[in-house]
């Protein structure tokens, strides 16, 4: 199982719509990429205003996600919540 971490970096001027994230973003990302699950994360103290965590069964699963023809789009619906550039994070699940 891999683990895609999108991070949310918190800075004087960030923003980020969590109303958003959850009701129109986390939908449109499980549609596009099919990854397994989505858990986000709020950030409460320290540098990450949010963090979407999305599950592929496979790196072949995330690859082909990634690749989708629509993948794009999810892409493109990050500037419709926040005004930052997210860091990803790719991981192995080991336990």
């Given amino acids: ?13 960030s923003t980020f719509d969590m ?3 959850q009701q129109k973003h986390k939908p449109l990302v499980l549609e596009v990429l099919g990854c397994e699950r989505f858990e986000i ?14 599950f592929f069964e496979s790196m072949e699963k995330m690859q082909a996600g990634m690749a989708g023809p629509r993948a794009g789009e999810a892409m493109a619906d990050v500037a419709n ?7 990803m994070q790719v991981s192995e699940i080991v336990e």
């Fill in 1 to 13: 199982m891999l683990k895609v971490s999108v991070l949310y970096p918190s800075s004087d001027g």
């Fill in 19 to 21: 109303d958003y994230y």
């Fill in 41 to 54: 994360d709020k950030g409460v103290d320290g540098p990450y205003m949010a963090v979407g965590h999305l």
């Fill in 81 to 87: 919540f926040t005004n930052v550039q997210p860091a």
